[in-house]
């Protein structure tokens, strides 16, 4: 049996466009045009925040009235096609899932409810400040007994792959949400998937 924890944002929710227009409204940029949102694909949420004019001190604050506007569209939000098949195949299969995302535990735990995934993860971690993942990782193979060597991270974000490997995890950049399948690459995570059914091939694999 394998444990695989996932990013929410831009790894199971497509909510790349939401993130996007919010950040843009709190800087007084919305709307944006075509051609500058397009821009915007490829960078982190962090990046994000940082192009269109927030400090750093500024990103906590942000982020948790992003999360506070996302709960009253939760049920708008579409998975990524073929996302929530690999879940279930692998949860079937007697494999451990996990959530581990910056966004909240309501907000998440809302979203896997409407698309009927809710009892197929074994356990949510929520409100993870934008910079720090690896103590929660390092968390969850406490609480849960895991095995380091059975267990692999599947995210978007440069800082989801990056925090994976300082913790010792093996790591699956998706190439589907915010991060550019060039930037993924400069982290050399332990494999790429550019869709949902190579990374389901991968974990099968594990």
Request: net charge neutral; glycine share 6%.
């Amino acid at each position: 049996m394998a444990s695989f924890i996932f990013d929410f944002d831009g790894t199971i929710a497509d909510s790349r466009d939401f993130i996007i227009d919010f950040i843009a409204k709190e800087a007084g940029r919305y709307p944006l045009d075509t051609v500058k949102k397009h821009e915007l694909y490829g960078l982190s949420v962090i990046a994000v925040a940082r192009h269109l004019g927030f400090k750093w001190y500024q990103l906590p604050k942000l982020m948790l009235k992003g999360r506070n506007n996302m709960s009253k569209i939760i049920h708008h939000l579409k998975p990524f096609p073929g996302v929530i098949e690999v879940i279930n195949k692998i949860n079937h299969e007697g494999h451990q899932v996990f959530i581990v995302s910056s966004n909240s535990v309501k907000n998440i735990r809302s979203f896997l409810k409407h698309n009927k995934i809710d009892e197929e993860i074994l356990a949510v971690y929520g409100g993870i400040e934008v910079f720090g993942k690896a103590p929660i990782f390092r968390n969850v193979i406490k609480e849960f007994n895991l095995d380091i060597n059975e267990t692999v991270c599947i995210g978007d974000e440069l800082r989801d792959i990056e925090a994976a490997q300082s913790v010792g995890l093996r790591q699956v950049g998706v190439t589907w949400g915010f991060a550019s399948i060039e930037q993924i690459r400069e982290t050399s995570p332990t494999w790429i998937a550019q869709m949902p059914s190579e990374l389901l091939r991968i974990l099968e694999e594990i």
